[in-house]
């Protein structure tokens, strides 16, 4: 509206200044075929055509000019900026929007003088012209918001934020009014009259655009509680999507899962539904590894001197078992504990000195972030085995690296466990049915 008012005073001002010119102009080509001996209505219609080309042509002149001025003139300007927003105004052609509406305006201004014989089109060409500007200034706001999100999403700080929401519902908007607009220019109906009559319809389009409006408001909560970022690593087991965000807009999250596939979701599900964030992971000083090892209860049992002297070769848990048993002696000792029974008193099992020597293999390992828990335990025995939990925190958090130190420290334990007379949970496989076959030809799997 704002822009119909400019139009209409910058008409005025010009039509006084220059009305008499204007309408010499005009009207020369009409004079002329009259002087051919041309009709009237035959005269008319000549000097509408030649004029209306005339002024198409100086239209598409000042079109051309204008752009080159204007471009021209950025160019300086960018060449004593270092601001990368010039060249996203030029990626999203806001010069060439902004000179189709300067060349609508003059069309607007000539139209009638041009049309003077024909007076029974001003009113429809007025209209035409009037919803010519409609489309151009929304085109034109159009390349301004999308200029501004390009030159937001380079900047670090706006990288992550969901810009393309916002994006979508001022285009919503400007659209929503220029449709408003185009309406009352051609019923001739006020813009009020318009919205009050909308109003009653309200129900329906609240039904039509159900799923734009939650995501509006999916979108905002998003940013606000800052739940999603473009760039997290996010899971949503319900919908198969496990990967990076690389979208977040009015309507749908697009995921690039690491398979290289892509899910889309409807945006208000971050809110109506669960999902895993993984970002604090990211953030923070490690990546989580929680493993267990399946020991087998028969395996395990107490140590006597003989095994204890093997154990203390080992270097990571020398000076621990020599400590450990100075302070069980002493306890038998003060407790006068018969220990030719080797149940009676205080024992070491090698399932607690294989433990030990895990929790100070993780304290040694260069890969384990020190700061973080470090933590070696026993779980629930269950009917595989007695679970050894490795509780850590790796430095590296990039999956292929992470993935390697698991394999690395996994790799030493695994080996690592029959040093201690300890065997892993295995279900029996075929190998071991022919070994007992050809121990006992009599067993029968």
């Known amino acids: 509206m704002v822009l119909f008012l400019v139009v209409k005073i910058i008409n005025l001002i010009f039509a006084e200044i220059f009305k008499m010119e204007l309408e010499y102009i005009t009207r020369y080509f009409y004079k002329i075929f009259i002087g051919f001996g041309w009709s009237e209505n035959m005269a008319a219609l000549g000097n509408v055509i030649i004029n ?22 950025l160019g300086n300007i960018s060449q004593k900026t270092i601001s990368e927003f010039d ?73 992550d934020k969901p810009i393309e929401s916002y994006l979508q519902v001022f285009l919503i908007f400007s659209w929503s009014v220029g449709f408003i607009v185009i309406f009352s220019i051609l019923t001739g109906k006020s813009i009020v009259e318009f919205l009050t009559a909308l109003g009653a319809i309200s129900a329906i389009i609240l039904l039509i655009f159900k799923d734009t409006i939650l995501g509006f408001v999916a979108s905002i909560q998003v940013s606000v509680n800052d739940t999603v970022r473009i760039g997290d ?6 919908y198969g999507a496990d990967g990076d965000v690389i979208e977040i807009n009015l309507a749908s999250v697009k995921i690039k899962n690491f398979d290289n596939t892509i899910t889309t979701i409807p945006t208000y599900y971050l809110i109506s539904d669960s999902f895993k964030n993984w970002r604090g992971m990211s953030v923070s000083g490690g990546r989580r590894i929680k493993r267990a090892l399946l020991i087998q209860a028969t395996s395990i049992h107490y140590i006597n001197d003989e095994q204890l ?23 038998n000792k003060e407790n006068n504990i018969d220990k030719e029974v080797l149940l009676n008193g205080r024992n070491m099992t090698n399932f607690g000195i294989f433990r030990k020597y ?20 026993q779980l629930e025995p269950t009917a595989q085995g007695i679970p050894l939990e490795i509780y850590a925190f790796s430095k590296d958090k990039v999956w292929k690296n992470y993935e390697h130190i698991i394999a690395d420290i996994f790799d030493h334990l695994l080996a690592a466990t029959p040093y201690f007379n300890l065997e892993l949970y295995e279900l029996p496989t075929g190998y071991d049915f022919r070994e007992i076959s050809n121990m006992n030809p009599t067993f029968k799997a």
């Open 87 to 159: 060249d996203y105004l030029f990626h999203n052609k806001v010069l060439l929007h902004f000179c189709h509406l300067l060349s609508i305006f003059i069309i607007k201004w000539l139209m009638p003088l041009i049309l003077e014989d024909y007076a029974h089109l001003k009113d429809e060409v007025d209209i035409l012209l009037n919803i010519i500007t409609v489309f151009l200034v929304i085109t034109f706001i159009r390349s301004i918001l999308h200029t501004i999100k390009d030159y937001l999403k380079s900047l670090n700080s706006f990288k």
């Open 309 to 331: 002297e093997k154990f203390k070769k080992i270097q990571l848990i020398k000076d621990y078992l020599i400590n450990r048993k100075n302070d069980i002696d002493n306890f």
């Open 233 to 238: 690593w996010i899971t949503m087991e319900k």
């Open 52 to 73: 209306t080309v005339l002024l198409l042509t100086i239209t598409y002149l000042f079109n051309s000019l204008m752009r080159s001025l204007f471009k021209k003139a």
């Open 358 to 377: 895990v929790d100070t293999y993780l304290n040694q390992h260069s890969a384990i972030n020190k700061d973080m828990m470090i933590m070696t335990r």
